[in-house]
């Protein structure tokens, strides 16, 4: 008969002490399913058992009597071996619980898993879809997946032992690869791969671009240069350079630095002159064999306009004088209910002169319209605050509240002038008259002291700006 190694789990030894024990700590099975006994000797203390969970699906343990505990295994169809734990505790006794270490030996399994056919080779345009089998031995599950590096290109279809690839079409002319990994249910059989190639797409040399016309404005008077215009370049199977129609174009056309090889950034010096500009740039492929042609890009480039403004720079107003003047009632020229206003903005050294000006300085002339006002109870006029806008040509001087009159009179004079319009006199003797074509005006008001800050452009794109802070003294017109 065999004897039992006794475990003691009690904490101190004694006839008197509370005490649990079992025999063996360790069992081991075949992997064919079976049972085994254990001993329990509880002093003092009632007993409990419990299978871990990981394990409850093929172990399992049955209390027989107070002093046997039968633990039974499932068969191991596996080929890996496995373990598990039964606890017996004493309950509410204070004695450590004691643990049997089960383990069970691996199956004698013959696993396998083959790939057929193992290379798939597709075409770069137009392929169909390839099917690939997977034969496995010993009940053998698996999952298929493309790796990261194909995945963008190549999907799967799995069906029963079959695996259906199709691969997108390949935009690049060189040939590309990778792997769809097979992975089975058993760790030891190791994965397999389907390697799977595709060719580059057929290259059919092209040479071509869009737009082949440009037309360029003769550029704003405060920059050097137009804003740049690109050409998309289409260049399949060849290089190419550039040449202009003539030598002098590079005198007022670039052709600006650019890190995108498919497009042409060019930009043109503006042009001052009463005459436009033609030329034209030649894209060349470098490789005469192909046949291509050369693309003819037409440049034009707009002559300089009329202006009628005399400005030559941009003004900043030190503003020094404001007389303001208000026609309180609706005129025929508003649009809904509003006031009209003169403002006449005065620099160091020029004179108001009624209106008509006179002295050395600039001149800053606005005709406005501001919401229905009556004067408060000091008989002051009050403009409102707000931003004020120069309105468009096409109302002339049939202006909105919060708008500020366009200069549409192109025969008006510098003297009187009609709409927003800056002037400058010399000695009394006007010597610039800049219709302000665009721009704004803001007011805000602190108690007696107004601020109006002027922001404004003609029609060259030459700036005017500047700054009023004090009383308005509004008289009425």
């Known amino acids: 008969m065999a004897a039992f190694l006794m475990v003691s789990c009690e904490g101190k030894t004694g006839t008197e002490q509370p005490s649990l024990e079992v025999s063996p700590e360790t069992m081991t099975f075949e992997a064919g399913s079976g049972t085994q006994q254990a001993a329990v000797t509880a002093q003092g203390v009632e007993w409990t058992h419990e299978v ?23 068969e191991n169809p596996a080929p890996e071996q496995r373990s598990g734990r039964i606890t017996v505790s004493a309950e509410g006794s204070g004695v450590a619980p004691c643990v049997i270490t089960v383990t069970q030996q691996a199956a004698d399994v ?26 496995t031995q010993g009940g053998l599950t698996w999952t298929a997946e493309p790796e990261e590096a194909i995945a963008g290109w190549v999907t799967l279809a799995v069906e029963g032992d079959k695996i259906t690839v199709t691969a997108a079409d390949n935009p690049e002319t060189a040939s590309r690869s990778g792997n769809i990994v097979v992975t089975p249910s ?9 390697r799977v190639v595709q060719t580059g797409k057929e290259v059919i040399p ?10 360029f404005p003769c550029g704003d008077v405060t920059s050097e240069y137009t804003e740049p215009q690109t050409i998309q370049v289409t260049a399949v199977g060849t290089t190419w ?14 052709v600006m630095p650019n890190d995108n090889g498919d497009e042409i950034v060019l930009r043109l010096k503006r042009n001052g002159t009463a005459e436009p500009r033609t030329a034209s740039l030649f ?47 609706q005129g025929s020229g508003i649009e809904g209910e509003g006031s009209y206003w003169t403002l006449t903005i005065l620099g160091p050294d020029a004179e108001y002169n009624g209106g008509m000006g006179g002295g050395t300085g600039d001149r800053l002339y606005i005709h406005m319209v501001s919401t229905l006002i009556e004067p408060n109870d000091d008989g002051v006029y009050e403009l409102p605050e707000g931003t004020y806008t120069v309105a468009t040509a096409e109302k002339e001087d049939k202006v909105a509240p ?21 002037t400058r006199l010399e000695n009394g003797t006007y010597t610039v008259n800049a219709p302000l074509v665009s721009g704004t005006m803001t007011v805000s008001r602190s108690g007696d ?19 009023y802070e004090g009383p308005l003294n509004a008289q009425r017109a």
């Open 52 to 74: 871990a969970a990981e394990a409850a699906e093929w172990l399992s343990a049955e209390r027989s009597d107070d002093k046997t505990l039968t633990v039974t295994v499932a």
């Open 110 to 135: 013959a696993y396998g898993l083959t790939l057929e056919p193992a290379i798939l080779e597709f075409a770069g345009e137009g392929a169909p879809a390839q099917t690939v089998t997977v034969v």
């Open 186 to 194: 058993v760790e030891s059989v190791g994965q397999k791969a389907i």
């Open 206 to 215: 092209e040479l071509s671009a869009t737009p082949t016309e440009l037309t």
């Open 241 to 254: 350079h550039l040449m202009w129609s003539s030598d002098t174009v590079s005198e007022w056309a670039e």
């Open 283 to 329: 894209i060349v492929p470098d490789n005469d064999e192909l046949g291509l042609q050369t693309v003819e890009v037409k440049v034009t480039q707009e002559a300089a306009p009329e202006y009628r403004s005399n400005l030559t720079e941009n003004v900043e107003l030190k503003v020094t004088q404001l007389v303001s003047l208000i026609r309180p009632g």
């Open 402 to 422: 919060g708008e500020l009159i366009y200069p549409f009179n192109l025969n008006a004079s510098a003297m009187f002038p009609t709409g927003t319009t800056y």
């Open 449 to 467: 002291t107004y601020t109006l800050q002027f922001d404004f452009k003609d029609d060259q794109g030459y700036t005017v700006t500047g700054t």
